[in-house]
Structures are given as structure tokens and as C-alpha cells.
């Protein structure tokens, strides 16, 4: 049971002054031209029986599928005649999006709650253009377990899926069992430029880059300074925060004497979401982390929750060698890749000898240039150089090293790809995805030999 949070409730804990400075500033703050995105041919492998992802056994009434894993990176096939910009796929997801460079939306995968938009709750084994955006300009898209943001260009964000607690940031359908099959509008005035989605929350980044937070704050990880508890008839429950609530304080913590120090006019240019953890990059490349610390997931040294954005001291802003480049929440832990295309880990990440709540590099990658970072729940990939690269626990062919390898507690490369640039890599659960690029002969060449997948 949860209850819903009126818009203008306030649960906080400490005071918390407006950063009106911050205001200030991002008014003042023109739009800016983003460049032309590279586009390519996405790439899956890994289990394609959705229903089984993360479970024994199909749920009652699911449409029977049996088909053998892609052990190997396969092409798409019903994405081989158009050009894609952005492959979304999340550590909680059984479902991924696929985004065009003129703005259309794929989407795939398992649907029992109404998560692709599609108006009804059928899986889709096959990548199918999602008709509700037929007519909108697609820029963004974000995934959790049961729940997707879908971003606009026209006319702001839409969510579908699971709404059980409010993370869908409508204001409205929320509850056990609640679901939305048709995208409805989240309720935020300003444009929204970048969204992640955990397990039951949702994070929103808007165009003048102040941060929002909707759905459940059990662990914290709205960043709002609560986690929403309350007892009704001797049980515990969880406020649901339907509406998106602003996410004013960011904090640092001094390491020695464990003083906490507010930052002021922070603005934000990326989110990411685990679980129940959260990570945020600042536009002064600050990094900032919060919710849920089990494994010390976080970074911070500990393993205390925290309700509140707290800067991870380890990266520090204008330092070549230290500066964040790339981070993105895993399932129990986070990833970083710093100027130097070097890559960090920390939390609880299915790597042997690299569990660790500060952050740690892999020193297996040493050498290697990481340009994009796809971390899931048990397996996770990278894109370095001109080579895919992926580790972890896998059963159905998520690491893309072919039928015999279940398993890989050390970065190995992925078979078929080796020569391929790679624009994006992705994890999901139990699924791989890939977004290579075409634009030279010798990559064309890669690409005629790898299988196709035509669900």
C-alpha cells in the first residue's frame, strides 16, 4: 500500500533553502545546438524469450515462445532499413527502445505491464515502431522493470508501464496493479532533456537542468531528504510521489571530519538509475550519488544510505586524470570512465576481486580507450577502442562469446565484432545491445558476416 503525496506536500527533514542562484542562471541560459548523432546498425544478443528473463518460468497466460539465444552478436532485422541514434536498455529492463535519427521509436521485448506504449499488453519478440509516436520527434527514452519515459521534442515526456508508485510522474493511476498502456503526459512544466528509470522510480532532467524525482523513495533515491515511511494499523508503508518533485541540495562530505557542506547552483546534465541507487553528473562534471548503499554502492566508504545527492570526492572537475567523462548505475553498483578513457567500478558488480564501496579501476582494460559503458544486473559491456568487450555471469549468451561461455569474471572481447567501432553499448536483463557503426568499408565487411535476427 502506498500513499500518494500531494503536489505541494513537504516530508523534508532539514531545511532546505531554494537555489536561486541556480535560477538565476539557468534562465539566463540559452538552448543549446546539439550536434548531428552518429547513427548505425543496432546489434542483439542474449536471451530473446522475454517472459523467462530473471525467472523459472513463463507468467500465467504468457504467449508460448521457445527459441534458441543469440550466443553471438546478430543484426535486427527489422531495423536493417532505418538509421538508429540511441539504443536504450536498462539493468532492471526485459524490454529496450531504439531511437532514429528522424525521431521514430522501436521498441521490443516484454510488455505484461503496458511498458512499450503499444495499448495493450502483448510481448513483442520483434523490434516494432511504437504508433503512438508515429507523429512526435523522439529525442530520448529511459526503461525500468515494468515502467519507460518516452521524451519529445513537441510536447515533453510520456510514460507507460507500472505505476504502482507514482513513478511515472502523472499525477495520476497509482497503486498496486496500477498500469498505463498508453503513454501519458508526466507532469512537468519544463522541456525534459534526459530521464533514467530504477526499479519503481524515475529521475528527470530538464532543459534549463534542474533535477526532478518521481515513484518510490523507500531507500532514498529521490534525493529529496525522506524516504517516505509511515505506519498504518502497525505496518510499514511508503509515501507514492506521483508528481515529479524537484530535487533542490546537493551535498559534500568532508572524508575526515565527516562535516557536510551544501553545494550551491548545481545543475545537472545526466542521470542514471540502478535499483534503488542514483548517480548524477553535474554540468562542472561534479559527480554526485545517492539512495540505496548496500556493497557501498555509492562510493562514499560506507554503507549507509543516503536520502540526499553527495558528491563522489574521488572524481574531481578540471583534473584530466580524475575528471568523470561517462558513469552509469549498474543493477548494485556504478561505473565511471574518466578523460583518460580509463574505466572505475564500485558496489556490487558480479566481477570478482572488484566489489568495493569507493571507486576502483579495472586494470584489466589499462590501455584501452572506453568510450561508452553498458552495465546490467549479472553481465555488463564496453565499448573500448574498436573492440566490444564484456564480463560477468551470463546463461543465455548476454556476453556474446558464443554458446560454451557462461561466465566471465575478467573483461573478455565479444565474438564476431572485433574491427567494429561502436557507437553504444547496452545491458539489459539478460539481453546485449549494440549500436555499431557502418560508415567505412571494412565495417560493412564485419557486418555482412555477423547472423540476422528476424523475429
Not at 562469446?401 to 561502436?422: A, I, Y
Amino acid at each position: 500500500m502506498a500513499a500518494v503525496e500531494e503536489p505541494s506536500a513537504k516530508r523534508q527533514k532539514v531545511e532546505e533553502e531554494p537555489e536561486k542562484a541556480a535560477e538565476d542562471v539557468s534562465n539566463g541560459k540559452e538552448e543549446e545546438v546539439e550536434k548531428k548523432k552518429p547513427s548505425g546498425i543496432p546489434l542483439i544478443c542474449g536471451s530473446l524469450n522475454w517472459d523467462l528473463m530473471g525467472r523459472e518460468k513463463s507468467r500465467v497466460n504468457a504467449k508460448p515462445r521457445k527459441v534458441e539465444p543469440a550466443w553471438t552478436p546478430q543484426i535486427i532485422s527489422a531495423l536493417s532499413e532505418v538509421r538508429v541514434t540511441d539504443i536504450i536498455a536498462g539493468p532492471c529492463a526485459a524490454h529496450s527502445f531504439f531511437i532514429t535519427d528522424n525521431g521514430q521509436l522501436f521498441g521490443l521485448g516484454r510488455n505484461e505491464s503496458g511498458q512499450l506504449g503499444l495499448g495493450n499488453t502483448i510481448r513483442q519478440d520483434g523490434a516494432i515502431e511504437i504508433p503512438f509516436f508515429v507523429d512526435k520527434k523522439v529525442i530520448g527514452a529511459a526503461v525500468g522493470r515494468g515502467h519507460s519515459i518516452i521524451l519529445t521534442e513537441e510536447d515533453g515526456a510520456y510514460g507507460m508501464g507500472d505505476n504502482d508508485m507514482g513513478q511515472l510522474g502523472i499525477g495520476t493511476n497509482v497503486g498496486k496493479g496500477a498500469t498505463v498502456t498508453t503513454p501519458k503526459p508526466v507532469q512537468l512544466q519544463q522541456k525534459v532533456k534526459h530521464a533514467a528509470c530504477g526499479f519503481d522510480f524515475t529521475l528527470f532532467v530538464t532543459s534549463k537542468g534542474f533535477l526532478y524525482s518521481a515513484g518510490s523513495s523507500e531507500s532514498g533515491q529521490l534525493g529529496i531528504n525522506d524516504n517516505g515511511e509511515y505506519i498504518e494499523g502497525r505496518k510499514l508503508f511508503y509515501t507514492a510521489h506521483a508528481v515529479p518533485t524537484r530535487v533542490h541540495s546537493f551535498f559534500t562530505k568532508d572524508p575526515r571530519t565527516k562535516e557536510v557542506t551544501r553545494v550551491p547552483n548545481v545543475l545537472i546534465r545526466y542521470v542514471s538509475a540502478g535499483q534503488h541507487h542514483c548517480l548524477a553528473i553535474s554540468e562542472t562534471d561534479e559527480l554526485y550519488t545517492w539512495g540505496f548503499n548496500g556493497h557501498g554502492r555509492l562510493g562514499h566508504r560506507t554503507t549507509e544510505n543516503e536520502l540526499i545527492p553527495m558528491r563522489v570526492l574521488h572524481f574531481r572537475p578540471g583534473d584530466k586524470n580524475s575528471c568523470v567523462k561517462v558513469a552509469k548505475c549498474s543493477y548494485g553498483g556504478c561505473f565511471a570512465v574518466n578523460n583518460l578513457g580509463n574505466l572505475y567500478c564500485w558496489g556490487q558488480n558480479q566481477i570478482a576481486r572488484l566489489e568495493c564501496p569507493y571507486p576502483i579501476p579495472v586494470e584489466d582494460l589499462y590501455g584501452w580507450n572506453v568510450n561508452d559503458i553498458g552495465p546490467g544486473k549479472n553481465h555488463h559491456v564496453i565499448a573500448a577502442d574498436f573492440s566490444s568487450i564484456a564480463m560477468g555471469k551470463a546463461t543465455t549468451g548476454e556476453l556474446g562469446m558464443g554458446h560454451t561461455v557462461k561466465s566471465s569474471s575478467r573483461p573478455d572481447k565479444m565474438h564476431g565484432v572485433d574491427g567494429l567501432k561502436m557507437i553504444q553499448c547496452g545491458a539489459g536483463a539478460a539481453h546485449t545491445l549494440l549500436l555499431a557503426a557502418d560508415d567505412d568499408d571494412e565495417s560493412k565487411e564485419i557486418l555482412k558476416k555477423l547472423d540476422v535476427n528476424d523475429d
